[in-house]
């Protein structure tokens, strides 16, 4: 009996002089200051893969977003545009023979993965002569992943290592699937069940509203544009004048059954999201 509890006595030493060093390690990692990468964890730097792991750093007070739309031709604010901090355009969005209506600066360009090829075509312009521009890229998992097999995301590399000072990111898969879970939570839908793709201009949204304090978007009608009778006829595209009409467009790919980006859905989350952020639509106005 005397064994047993001096048995007990020893064991019970031994826990209190293992909680007294846990306790001490606890403090001392607790007081030592925590490792971490700057920048926006979502889009991570295309690089050589022994390079270290670089986000997008990047913030602006005030932020020009110039959509694609035919709304451009004839607005005359590209010099209004060229004087806003970080101007933002999306895919292959010229701006030569554009400047008047849509300026000639580019801070930031967000890219789909199915535009990728046309920036390829003119790789020189696009990563060598507008080497200021960070190019931010998104796309499913099977186009962007990182093994190998990943095809845009392959090319991408490609140019990365040819051209070691422009600045190429890739939306990582985290945040894509948070984009989802963003379209769904605002409209009740599950993406992927109701056949929907987001469109360029929804990635760039969120981004934007990460990266600046400020928005100004130009040349995006809102959601009850196309249904008024006396909306303009104006190209999908600024830089494709035969091609189909903006409203045209919209109207189908909202009604597709599957495939289809949900454009004038989308101008209705925009709508909300600037009653909360500092964001403001010009050429055509929003009544918000």
């Known amino acids: ?106 801070s930031l360009r967000v890219v789909s993965h199915t535009s990728v090829p046309l920036l390829l075509k003119n790789e020189y312009y696009y990563f060598q002569q507008s080497a200021d521009t960070t190019y931010v890229v998104w796309g499913p998992e099977r186009n962007m992943r990182q093994d190998g097999k990943g095809r845009i995301f392959n090319s991408l590399l490609k140019v990365a290592k040819k051209y070691p000072n422009v600045r190429i990111y890739a939306v990582t898969r985290e945040k894509v699937q948070y984009c989802d879970l963003v379209f769904q939570n605002e409209t009740g839908k599950n993406r992927m069940k109701s056949g929907a793709f987001l469109s360029t201009g929804f990635f760039t949204m969120i981004l934007l509203m990460d990266m600046c304090d400020s928005i100004h978007v130009y040349g995006m009608i809102d959601d009850n544009y196309c249904s008024q009778a006396n909306h303009s006829t104006v190209p999908y595209h600024y830089y494709e004048h035969n091609r189909v009409k903006e409203c045209r467009m919209y109207n189908v790919h909202e009604h597709t059954q599957r495939g289809g980006h949900r454009f004038i859905t989308e101008k209705a989350i925009y709508a909300r999201w600037a009653t909360r952020h500092k964001m403001d639509f010009k050429h055509p106005s929003w009544s918000l």
């Open 1 to 106: 009996m005397k064994s047993q509890r001096l048995l007990w006595v020893c064991l019970l030493s031994l826990s209190l002089s293992l909680l007294l060093w846990f306790g001490h390690v606890i403090r001392r990692d607790s007081s030592a200051p925590a490792a971490h990468s700057t920048g926006l964890s979502g889009y991570e730097r295309i690089t050589e893969p022994r390079m270290e792991q670089q986000f997008l750093d990047m913030h602006c007070n005030q932020c020009a977003l110039i959509s694609s739309s035919g709304q451009m031709l004839g607005a005359g604010v590209g010099e209004e545009i060229d004087n806003i901090e970080c101007v933002i355009r999306m895919n292959n969005a010229p701006t030569k023979g554009y400047e008047k209506d849509v300026g000639s600066r580019t």
